[in-house]
């Protein structure tokens, strides 16, 4: 007979055994597949309660059901206990705001249909809707008083007629007429065609309900972010509750200047507008110090360079004495908030791809508070959010090459951070990622130190080779850090060392460096990327017969430059680039942003420049196999940019595939299963093509 310990035994040598039929490979079942893509979390937008106490934030999940994403509330206290969610079900729950008082909370959520306004009472959990709009509300925002609302929200126009059609007759069915535009831009990625039939206005409402009245008028866009991420899309208050300030450009000819907004001040009972700021170039995140002496802002004059430093400004209430606050800081600063005294102003901003959060006095003198801001974790980009409260305590969101998205809390007074939360422990607890390491390199063009950032296969065997992945950032004004990167960790759970880097134009690194590819992109940044993947090779653990190159937008540009100017990359896989700079600047919904900062004028002025910068002049030389991808709903870089590669490619006999995303933006990441898609057709292609050791 057997005893129990030895039933136990042998029932988990079955269990283990019957394993193995389903596990290929036991020893590296520890890394991400493809599926955990659907287990990952990511929180955003944290606000501190009044009495720094508590912490509302929101968290995104996805259902791999309805292969949706959806999102919730939820809510912690400062010193980390009792997390829990405030809301739940399988909709859209965000903007969660504190009233002035910490009682009750706003959050706008799609539970019922089309987003509205909800309003939650903290005692009791009393859950009410406020609004029933047509168009869905952004931007929402206490009064400091707490009897107002403040938001911004889509105002459609009429459309212009131009036939005079004569009615169906009686019992008939005709088709939809036709849409007649008269905007320069006319649709926008992620929003589609509605976007050229009405504008954003600024709305208050009564904050216990009501009919909301529309502050601002005319056929111009409020809180619009603009270009370079410049606006405010936030209607702020003034402490005495009479006033809301919003960006907006209201030119008349703002569609051939869209980059030139002020900051104007509207009054709550009338809707008087006054501008406070009037300069070229943009001016916008408008904060009133909480003493109602000062207003800080962001902006710069604009030059109609690819790359401007947006600086710290601080001008008196009315708008006048505007001075520059840090003159010499040669990096680019957001998202400020004023301390609770009005003496210091907080802000972030990134440098050698790191995002920092630090403080300045009104005369510059700058102390770092906190690094590692970050909060999407899907790519290294540096984004950060952050809260502060009147006594001082702070909440900021921190992605690093182990953390993915999570909370840190620091002290204004005592800035030593602490981690808060760790959403995604429950996935990545149980994996093992792939190592990062920092890496510093010459550029074989003129020397210039390039910084990037390798990730080893989970496991990594340095006595081993390994096929290389070189992946390339977009923007191309943006940068890669020291932030968790789940798409490139997904390439090293593959068996891939990936390779990403800040060649010339990236920022963090100063305006200077960032202007190096002004009406010169793509260009001199093919050495900066080509000689990082010289320094990875040369330490010895890459196949250098296995050389990979991928990126989207600018990454995808960049991508197809790299091999039209060599032939080393086994493979390519472009991510919906811009092929032709001349259909690109006359389809997509940033035209301005081609014809008047990346080149010199329109294509028809300067026909030469479009010409030698377009990929297609390089195509001829292409004979690298490659995979061309895109949305067919993306308006950045429309998907006839891809297929026109494609095509060129294809025929002068070029080993190349197309693959069209449906009813996906730019970006392919508005579906779960369409961003896995991306994933696994840039591994299956690469793996499709590796050269195998005779």
Request: charged share 20%.
């Amino acid at each position: 007979m057997i005893d129990s310990t030895k039933r136990l035994c042998l029932a988990l040598f079955v269990v283990l055994a019957l394993g193995f039929l389903f596990i290929p490979c036991l020893a590296n079942k520890d890394v991400l597949r493809p599926m955990d893509i659907f287990d990952l979390e990511f929180l955003a937008d944290p606000q501190i309660s009044p009495d720094g106490t508590k912490i509302l934030y929101t968290r995104n999940y996805t259902d791999v059901g309805t292969d949706m994403r959806y999102s919730n509330i939820w809510m912690i206290n400062f010193d980390g206990t009792d997390h829990r969610p405030l809301t739940s079900g399988k909709h859209n729950d965000s903007s969660a705001r504190w009233s002035p008082d910490g009682k009750q909370i706003l959050f706008i959520s799609n539970r019922d249909g089309l987003p509205q306004i909800y309003k939650r009472w903290m005692d009791t959990g009393q859950t009410v809707m406020l609004t029933n709009l047509q168009t869905p509300p952004s931007g929402i925002s206490w009064s400091p008083d707490g009897k107002w609302i403040s938001y911004v929200s889509f105002v459609p126009s009429m459309p212009r007629t131009i036939a005079k059609m004569p009615p169906p007759p009686p019992g008939t069915q005709w088709a939809q007429p036709a849409r007649v535009y008269d905007r320069l831009v006319y649709r926008f990625d992620g929003i589609g065609y509605a976007y050229g039939t009405g504008y954003m206005h600024v709305f208050v409402l009564p904050a216990e309900g009501g009919t909301p009245r529309q502050l601002s008028k005319g056929n111009f866009n409020h809180g619009s972010m603009g270009m370079f991420g410049i606006g405010g899309a936030v209607p702020v208050w003034t402490p005495d509750s009479k006033y809301v300030l919003i960006s907006a450009n209201r030119r008349d000819d703002h569609e051939l200047e869209p980059n030139d907004s002020e900051i104007y001040e509207f009054a709550v009972a009338d809707g008087t507008m006054k501008a406070l700021t009037d300069r070229r170039g943009p001016d916008g995140g408008a904060l009133v110090s909480p003493d109602g002496k000062h207003i800080a802002y962001a902006g710069f004059d604009d030059r109609y360079q690819g790359y401007q430093l947006t600086k710290l400004y601080v001008m008196n209430r009315d708008g006048s004495g505007s001075k520059v606050v840090l003159k010499d800081f040669d990096r680019s600063v957001s998202g400020m908030m004023w301390t609770p005294d009005s003496k210091e102003l907080l802000f972030s901003y990134s440098s050698e791809g790191n995002t920092k959060l630090a403080h300045t006095t009104l005369d510059g003198k700058v102390k770092q508070l906190a690094d590692n801001l970050g909060f999407l974790g899907i790519m290294a980009i540096g984004m950060g959010m952050y809260s502060i409260s009147p006594n001082g305590n702070i909440v900021y969101t921190i992605s690093t090459p182990e953390v993915m998205s999570d909370l840190a809390v620091t002290n204004l007074d005592s800035p030593k951070s602490r981690q808060l939360t760790a959403i995604n422990d429950d996935v990545l607890g149980y994996k093992a990622l792939g190592q990062v390491e920092e890496i510093w390199y010459e550029s074989s063009k003129d020397g210039r130190k390039i910084q990037g950032w390798i990730i080893k296969p989970p496991h990594f065997d340095p006595s081993k080779k390994y096929p290389l992945i070189l992946e390339i950032h977009g923007g191309p004004f943006a940068d890669y850090g020291d932030r968790f990167d789940l798409e490139k960790q997904f390439m090293a759970a593959n068996g891939y060392v990936v390779l990403y880097t800040n060649p010339r134009g990236s920022t963090s690194y100063g305006e200077e460096f960032g202007n190096l590819i002004h009406h010169a992109y793509p260009g001199d940044d093919f050495y900066d990327l080509n000689s990082g993947v010289d320094a990875v090779i040369a330490k010895g653990y890459i196949d250098a017969e296995n050389v990979f190159v991928t990126g989207g937008s600018g990454g995808g540009v960049l991508t197809c430059w790299m091999i039209g100017n060599t032939t080393r990359f086994t493979a390519a896989a472009s991510l919906y680039p811009v092929i032709n700079w001349t259909s690109w600047s006359l389809t997509s919904d940033i035209p301005v942003t081609g014809v008047k900062y990346w080149f010199p004028g329109p294509p028809w002025e300067h026909p030469e420049q479009y010409a030698e910068r377009s990929l297609l002049s390089l195509a001829g030389k292409v004979t690298t196999p490659t995979m061309v991808m895109c949305g067919d709903s993306d308006w950045r870089t429309p998907y006839w940019e891809a297929e026109q590669y494609y095509r060129a490619l294809k025929l002068q006999g070029v080993e190349s595939v197309l693959v069209i995303v449906p009813n996906e933006n730019h970006g392919i990441f508005i579906r779960p299963s369409h961003f896995l898609s991306k994933l696994q057709h840039i591994i299956g292609w690469f793996d499709a093509h590796k050269k195998q050791k005779k």
